[in-house]
């Protein structure tokens, strides 16, 4: 239920693919179709090979549309509204936690997150903070190669701001800050924004302007720094 469930049939599906699809594979020329249902977010995952040639499919259902719209809108209000929030600053005090965890920069390493996550371990501590950043353009692609991930891990920092109300803040980073100004990032001769633009289309479909705007009003709603106590 923590989202590992996705990466976890991901990886294992891709790894399989690698096998069937090999030139030197006997039976490359097999068409091979399934749906695997993943259960954290209700979206199918439909694929099919024939020899060499691969093409995959993931639309999302219009409910599992409007849960992502509606998490990334409340996330934005939660965010603006944070009682600890002075402009565009979060002034952490002595009297609103105890200790404070802060990540470096993530870009979709799902490993590291996950462990990030498990060491902060906000449920057992109630007064701790949460501080992370910069998870755009990075991890894991789809399985055509050119859609970019890492926008389901913006999806579930929104989950952890409406979870974890004023314990857990994301900052705006010039990742973040690209996509929603539109700024183009090239790295390793790969455009990073065309990439999270790809990644949006092959998970909602037709719907992924309409998730990509809320996700653009989230990160619009983002504090630029936290500060310190002393």
Not at 66 to 91: F, K, M, W
Not at 98 to 113: T, Y
Not at 115 to 122: Q, V, W
Not at 130 to 138: A, P, T, Y
Request: glycine letters at 8%; proline letters at 4%.
């Amino acid at each position: 239920r923590d989202g590992n469930i996705w990466q976890n049939l991901y990886i294992r599906v891709n790894v399989a693919f690698i096998g069937l699809g090999s030139r030197n594979c006997i039976a490359s020329w097999i068409k091979c179709n399934f749906v695997l249902q993943v259960p954290h977010y209700g979206r199918c995952f439909t694929a099919g090979i024939t020899g060499d040639s691969f093409s995959c499919m993931m639309p999302a259902s219009p409910e599992t549309v409007r849960e992502v719209i509606q998490t990334y809108e409340h996330a934005a209000q939660l965010s603006r509204d944070c009682p600890l929030r002075q402009g565009n600053v979060v002034e952490l005090t002595t009297e609103a936690g105890e200790d404070v965890l802060i990540s470096a920069d993530l870009h979709g390493n799902r490993r590291n997150f996950s462990r990030i996550l498990e060491i902060a371990n906000l449920d057992d501590h109630p007064r701790r903070h949460l501080v992370m950043q910069e998870v755009c353009h990075g991890g894991p692609t789809y399985p055509s190669g050119v859609g970019c991930m890492s926008h389901l891990m913006l999806e579930e920092v929104a989950q952890l701001t409406t979870r974890y109300q004023g314990r857990f803040h994301f900052l705006l980073s010039n990742h973040e800050l690209a996509e929603m100004t539109d700024f183009p990032i090239m790295k390793s001769k790969r455009m990073l924004n065309l990439m999270f633009r790809c990644g949006l289309q092959e998970m909602y479909g037709d719907a992924a302007d309409e998730v990509r705007e809320a996700a653009m009003g989230f990160i619009a709603s983002l504090p630029l720094a936290v500060r310190l106590p002393g």
